[in-house]
């Protein structure tokens, strides 16, 4: 066997802080596998890796040779490789992540400023605006991501503490009082940590429940998200007006808002129950309080101005801090005990066992997060009455953000249900009314006929859905939960459904005091086609226009990318989506209504993802006006949220598009594109689309999906609560667009990020000029960009040769060769257009960063290959098998970084 380290880092060559601590971290890694399994096992890993590395090397057309003396390790062996190099890509995934911190870092303190962040955005749109119009922007922006769970999640929580422990070790490091000795222990409790990682099961050993998902976007949430919000607020306020900034009042308010589906999305999850939703709001708010009064306290206890030293209280405070105290007289007397003469302090303090108080349901509690910011504000008042603006607008400011963006619910819990289970509610209800926009608008109009009960069991759940919603408002403030996603939105009468079903559930006098915002979901191709339709449809039905004038003709829309791209592909399901948005903010404009788009994006190429910024930027012309609304997912979660420095990186460049794309400049430019480009793209579109149709709908294509990919193997994984499918059928019309997208990335195919873009491309590019005309494109439609760069992307993560094995596994040569010709041409007019002479050729960083990582992902593509071929040949799967199979889903995972 060779002698080569199994985890040093191979060319490209690293910066010289990542490459210190990759080769830090392998060598711990090296050093804990030894202990644990002995130099043997360490050297078998070496073999391995050194093996696909000179398969790579000499361009050999097969692996064939390679998987059968993979095949012949035994399985446990098998399995402790996968879960070693999974170990090696989490970590190498670790050392990155700091690097891009760093370097960001080092950027700035030397003066560059990073194109991509804040000051950058509003630099940009101060030029094209001016400063007050600018200004005024920042004022009126909306930022809403929302959590949602991830049913091919591969991470569970212990690993990922163990992660954020080891990350936390890395960060002792750039310590200035480093040295030897420090180094040494570092070096020590990282061995003891990745020990603890390698006798960790990288697998739950039952499937989570919804409020197990739950707590795990509650460790987000309250941990790192509810620490940056204030970071963003105060960066935009300084990138105004870098000269005053902390010294006089903020020129940015709070526009950061949350919301979750994790606990409210019953969409085919059968265990997201009635119960399940009232939980979830009750955890979300208790965290949300929790996290408000530990705040609160820490701010009390370093405001300790007196009067007698310069910070006098105004006549109101003292009025208010009287009414604190009586409410709380020994609280008080123990104050004044501990901090005689701070009433700032006092003040609060005193605040901050109310917010316990509200958060045990106990007397003195508040009547709602406005009544805390209220007296947030009195204090803001009296500072700066006593002429001490510094501290009004210091950590009392953070605060102030943090409660007006998580309220007392932390985020706003949305309910989601397919418009299917309506019907059949309104079956049970009143047969006949289901789709008749007549008859439901006089149900909610007129209410239903006296005695009408439901009879089905799916018929009371989703009326006690309703009373939750209810009950949650109740409690913590309509923000708590009030909106309802309807899924597959094909018509008004689905969005009429929700409303009447409100009515059913409701008393009128709760129905008077009952916030709702109902929001069509439009998912396929076609769905998105209808969407102006289906609103103009709405909006003509009795009393809509009036529901729309109490909400401020504000209305809200969402766009599915996941299903869209998993009927038509990602070209042209990318194609729609922009035109819609395109034709609905002009619906909007001249209807006079304020419409927020809700961008459903996945983690994945296929499902939408890639970089947010990129995307923002290529939205269509109008859609975002300060407002953007959008999905973040699963390990997208994780890997935009696993530090507070990785969440401020994140949602900087986030108000950086936000921001840029907001401007009438921009707006006039992009329709000027679209209206250039628009034929072309629909040419494109139509080709692309018909490929991949041609793909789907052949015969046998289902059986030769489960067989190529591991996609039965990945729905044993217990690492989501939800179903693959959402109905008991197992064709391709029922599977969830995520696990799809997962099996493909995992076979190293990555079919749904690519598959019909070479088509498309070849349709405009083989006419005269057409090469000309699609360059053009890409360099000056934002929109085309991205959707480029995600093709090439899932093509840089693919590997042709493991690939191709993986699809022989299917039994279809047919089908095969469609797929390969199909991925060549792809190739072919991707680096045509980008003008390359390889993939990623103009983005070395990315190229690196695949590169490094894919000894690791080849070794674990040929584990997983060699024992599905096995297991296909088996008539009875065996256990064993199936779990190295599992263990390389959650290395790929690591090594690919994304699932689906």
Not at 43 to 68: N, P
Not at 154 to 170: D, F, K, N, W, Y
Not at 779 to 805: C, H, I, N, T, Y
């Given at each position: ?6 985890l ?17 971290l ?41 998987l059968?003396?993979?095949a012949e ?38 003066g ?45 929580r ?6 954020r ?13 480093v040295?030897?000795?420090l180094?040494q222990?570092?070096?020590?409790r990282?061995v ?16 989570p ?13 309250g ?9 963003v ?16 009042e ?6 950061m ?8 999305d019953?969409?085919g999850?059968?265990f ?5 939703t009232?939980?979830t ?16 306290r ?17 006549e ?41 108080a ?28 006593g ?8 950590v ?85 939960c ?7 939105t ?22 008077a ?15 998105l ?24 003709r ?11 791209a ?8 990318h ?60 390990e ?6 696993r ?11 986030t ?22 480009f ?32 591991p ?19 197992r ?16 076979s ?17 590019g ?21 959707v ?8 840089a993560?693919?590997?042709?040769l ?8 299917g ?14 041409l ?8 980008t003008?390359?002479?390889?993939l990623?050729?103009r ?5 690196a ?31 064993f098998?199936?779990?190295v ?9 690591a ?6």
């Amino acid at each position: 066997m060779a002698t080569h380290h199994p985890l040093r880092p191979l060319p490209p060559q690293l910066p010289e802080g990542l490459q210190y601590e990759v080769a830090l971290l392998a060598g711990v890694l090296e050093d804990a596998l030894a202990e644990c399994e002995g130099q043997e096992f360490v050297d078998r890993v070496t073999w391995l890796r050194d093996a696909v590395v000179r398969q790579r090397a000499t361009g050999s057309g097969s692996v064939d040779e390679l998987l059968a003396e993979v095949a012949e390790l035994p399985p446990d062996i098998g399995r402790k490789i996968a879960y070693g190099l999974t170990a090696h890509c989490l970590l190498l995934n670790i050392a990155e992540d700091r690097q891009r911190i760093k370097t960001s870092r080092m950027k700035g303190r030397a003066g560059q400023v990073d194109g991509e962040g804040i000051v950058a955005g509003v630099s940009e749109v101060t030029s094209l605006i001016g400063k007050q119009d600018t200004r005024r922007l920042v004022q009126r922006l909306r930022i809403h991501p929302v959590f949602t769970a991830h049913p091919t999640e591969a991470r569970r929580r212990s690993v990922t503490r163990i992660l954020r422990r080891i990350a936390a070790e890395l960060k002792r490091l750039d310590e200035i009082e480093v040295d030897d000795a420090l180094i040494q222990d570092i070096r020590r409790r990282l061995v003891e940590e990745v020990t603890n990682l390698w006798r960790t099961s990288p697998f739950r050993p039952t499937r989570p429940q919804p409020i197990d998902e739950v707590e795990r976007v509650i460790a987000v949430l309250g941990q790192q998200v509810f620490q940056v919000v204030a970071d963003v607020y105060r960066e935009v306020d300084r990138a105004l007006d870098p000269t005053t900034v902390g010294g006089r009042e903020p020129l940015t308010g709070a526009f950061m808002r949350y919301g979750s589906w994790v606990g409210g999305d019953r969409d085919g999850n059968p265990f997201v129950t009635a119960d399940v939703t009232r939980e979830t709001g009750k955890r979300y708010a208790e965290e949300a309080l929790l996290r408000l009064e530990e705040h609160t306290r820490a701010v009390a206890l370093s405001l300790t101005a007196d009067p007698a030293s310069g910070a006098p209280v105004t006549e109101e405070f003292e009025r208010s801090l009287a009414e604190d105290r009586s409410r709380a007289s020994e609280a008080a007397d123990e104050l004044e005990r501990v901090a005689p003469e701070q009433p700032y302090r006092h003040k609060l303090e005193l605040s901050a066992d109310r917010l316990r108080a509200t958060r045990l349901a106990e007397d003195g509690a508040y009547g709602g997060p406005e009544e805390f910011v209220a007296d947030l504000d009195l204090v803001q008042r009296s500072l700066l009455d006593g002429g001490n603006p510094r501290l009004a607008y210091g950590v009392i400011q953070d605060l102030k953000w943090r409660a007006e963006s998580f309220g007392f619910h932390l985020a706003s819990l949305e309910i989601r249900q397919h418009a299917a289970v309506h019907e059949r509610v309104l079956d049970d209800l009143l047969p006949g009314t289901a789709g008749d926009v007549d008859a439901l608008a006089t149900l909610v109009q007129d209410g239903w006929p006296e005695g009408t009960e439901p009879s089905s069991d799916e018929a009371r759940e989703a009326l006690d859905t309703i009373r939750a919603m209810w009950d949650l408002q109740q409690r913590y403030g309509p923000e708590a939960c009030y909106r309802y996603i309807i899924s597959f939105t094909t018509t008004a009468a689905d969005l009429l459904a929700v409303r009447a079903l409100v009515r059913a559930a409701l008393t009128d006098e709760e129905l008077a005091n009952f916030r709702l915002s109902v929001v069509p979901l439009f998912e396929t191709r076609a769905d998105l086609q209808r969407a102006p339709q289906v609103l103009d449809e709405l909006l003509a039905a009795p009393g809509e226009r009036e529901r729309l004038e109490a909400a401020g003709r504000e209305l809200e829309v969402m766009i599915g990318y996941s299903d869209s791209a998993k009927d038509a592909g990602l070209l042209a399901a990318h194609v729609a989506l922009h035109q819609l948005q395109g034709q609905l903010a002009r619906w909007a404009r001249d209807q006079d209504i304020k419409l927020t788009f809700f961008h459903g994006r996945g983690g994945s190429m296929g499902r939408g993802g890639g970089p947010l910024n990129r995307a923002i930027r290529g939205q269509g012309g109008g859609s975002v006006d300060g407002r953007f609304k959008v999905t973040e997912q699963g390990e997208v979660i994780f890997a935009r949220y696993r530090s507070v420095n990785t969440g401020r990186r994140h949602l900087e460049r986030t108000v950086n598009a936000v921001l840029a794309t907001s401007t009438p400049h921009a707006e006039e430019r992009a329709w000027r594109q679209e209206e250039r480009f628009a034929d072309v793209a629909n040419q494109m579109a139509v080709a692309s689309e018909r490929r991949f149709r041609e793909l789907l709908d052949a015969e046998g294509f289902a059986e030769y999906f489960t067989l190529a990919t591991p996609y039965d193997e990945i729905g044993q994984l217990a690492i989501g609560s939800r179903p693959a499918h959402r109905t008991k059928a197992r064709d391709l019309s029922s599977l969830r667009a995520i696990p799809w997208v997962f099996a493909w990335s995992q076979s190293r195919v990555n079919l749904t990020g690519w598959y019909g873009v070479g088509t498309g491309l070849a349709a405009v590019g083989e006419q005269e000029g057409g090469l000309d005309l699609l360059r053009a494109m890409r360099r000056e439609w934002p929109f085309f960009q991205p959707v480029l760069e995600m093709a090439e992307m899932s093509l840089a993560k693919a590997d042709k040769l493991l690939g191709r094995s993986a699809l022989e596994l299917g039994n279809d040569p047919t089908l095969t060769e469609a797929i390969m010709a199909e991925w060549e041409l792809t190739e072919e007019w991707l680096l045509k257009v980008t003008g390359q002479e390889s993939l990623l050729e103009r983005q070395p960083a990315l190229r690196a960063a695949v590169a490094l990582r894919r000894p690791d992902i080849d070794a674990l593509s040929l584990l997983q290959l060699a024992t599905l071929s096995r297991l296909r040949s088996q008539d009875e799967p065996d256990p064993f098998d199936q779990l190295v199979v599992k263990t390389t889903v959650a290395g790929l995972s690591a090594g690919l970084q994304n699932t689906g």
